[in-house]
């Protein structure tokens, strides 16, 4: 069964609108972290956050902020006034502390952001 | 710099002829993971490696072995390549712990195609 859902395939917007990223995840651990990456065009994987599942404040981080809330397991993904380098497929994953799962990430389906100016 | 190092980041290859791509890190990491992606499909582990000589299935093994004969290092080898193998592969490494959620980081990514 899928544990991390991004129901968004792609979404597209004009530079300097805001965009959120859903991310939906599913865990019977009490401990996990939670993880957003980038991935530009060329292909690398840009680690953006970690959240515990013990830190419910969000947080923000320039023009990134996030939104984590353990009542509807969520764990979603703003950006404030893209731009065109914003442009990226953009993951979600879940890493649970239970023995079968240590150190593995699982990932949602990702997140395509096209940004035109 | 904290670096993996995945080689080669891009190759073509023909069904059957046995490829190895190398992963090394310099962080002095305890557990070191291969991924593949897939459109649609987000990445998905291979293999894991917990130390040195101790290596398990992640969600996808099938054509694939590794094997960790130095804490830096962490080789995917595929015996006899098929097409279905065409992926975006990513190494990546971490200190390890159980429950200790540490960052994971990955290598830049090879990119194979088997043809």
């Known amino acids: 069964a899928q544990k991390v859902t991004q129901a968004q395939t792609e979404i597209s917007v004009v530079e300097k609108e805001d965009v959120t990223l859903d991310c939906v995840y599913e865990t019977r651990d009490t401990t996990y972290y939670l993880f957003w990456y980038k991935q530009p065009p060329s292909g690398e994987l840009v680690f953006l956050i970690r959240?515990?599942?013990?830190?419910?404040q969000n947080e923000i981080s320039g023009r990134y902020s996030w939104n984590f809330q353990k009542s509807t397991s969520s764990f979603n993904f703003t950006i404030t006034a893209s731009q065109v380098v914003d442009s990226a497929v953009y993951f979600c994953a879940l890493s649970e502390a239970s023995t079968d799962s240590w150190g593995k990430l699982q990932f949602g389906a990702g997140t395509q952001v096209v940004v035109t100016p | 710099e904290a670096q993996v190092t995945q080689n080669p980041r891009y190759l073509i290859t023909v069904t059957g002829k046995k490829l190895t791509v190398t992963c090394s890190q310099n962080m002095n990491h305890e557990y070191m993971s291969w991924y593949r992606q897939d459109p649609g499909l987000g990445l998905r582990q291979i293999y894991y490696s917990m130390n040195v000589e101790v290596t398990d299935k992640g969600d996808v093994p099938e054509g694939y072995k590794v094997s960790r004969k130095e804490k830096r290092n962490f080789p995917l080898i595929l015996e006899s390549p098929s097409p279905n193998q065409t992926s975006l592969y990513f190494c990546?490494?971490?200190?390890?712990?159980?429950?200790?959620?540490?960052?994971?980081?990955f290598g830049e990514g090879s990119w194979l195609t088997v043809v």
């Open positions: 990546a490494s971490s200190l390890g712990g159980k429950g200790s959620g540490n960052t994971i980081y």
């Open positions: 959240r515990n599942s013990f830190d419910e």
